[in-house]
């Protein structure tokens, strides 16, 4: 099984910013796919697993290291028949001995002539949000990535969440604080619903 690694930044996103985004981005991206999914997150140290389910498909993720704290890991994918996917999440509680995080996602991707990917999403936890992300084959290439992610984030005129930023936010929620999202998932569907399906 190949690993890709991927260097990935992450911005919050005012309402304002978001409309402002999605349309630099409708005008620049050289495709744009929406990707709505329900994502079960196990919390695990220092490491990132999740299943996402889709309409399209269900994947296991996996990523060696932690939201907020440092970027260029390797990821796995592995793709699970849809029919098995909650078994598959119910193996896993059953595994770690833990219940997943479940978060419906809002999601489009868009990916932009220099090939950087940029995930625009909105769940109740993070409010409006976007990842910047940039694949490589290899630690040499990492300078490189970082470069292509900082210059979009640069013309897209958002501020990069840093990892002290991403730590505060993840201990505060985590101690019971109020979810960056104004809007309920269901509230979210019939007010901006429509931005994140195909027409």
Not at 64 to 89: K, R, S, W
Not at 169 to 176: H, K, V
Request: glycine residues 6%; hydrophobic residues 35%.
């Amino acid at each position: 099984m190949a690993s890709l690694f991927e260097y990935e930044e992450r911005a919050f996103l005012s309402e304002e910013d978001f409309s402002r985004v999605k349309d630099l981005l409708e005008k620049q991206s050289v495709s744009r796919a929406y990707d709505n999914k329900v994502s079960y997150f196990f919390v695990l140290l220092e490491q990132n697993l999740s299943i996402a389910k889709s309409e399209k498909k269900c994947v296991i993720k996996y990523k060696h290291g932690a939201v907020g704290v440092g970027n260029g890991f390797a990821e796995y994918e592995i793709p699970v028949d849809e029919q098995h996917c909650d078994q598959t999440v119910s193996m896993f509680s059953l595994l770690f001995g833990i219940k997943p995080q479940t978060s419906e996602q809002f999601r489009i991707n868009y990916i932009l002539p220099n090939k950087v990917e940029i995930a625009l999403k909105y769940t109740q936890t993070w409010g409006f949000h976007l990842e910047l992300e940039k694949t490589y084959s290899n630690e040499e290439n990492k300078p490189q990535a970082k470069k292509e992610v900082e210059e979009t984030a640069e013309l897209l005129q958002i501020h990069l969440i840093t990892d002290s930023e991403m730590k505060e936010f993840r201990d505060n929620f985590d101690a019971g604080g109020a979810p960056k999202g104004e809007y309920t998932s269901e509230q979210f569907r019939v007010k901006f619903g429509s931005l994140f399906t195909s027409k």
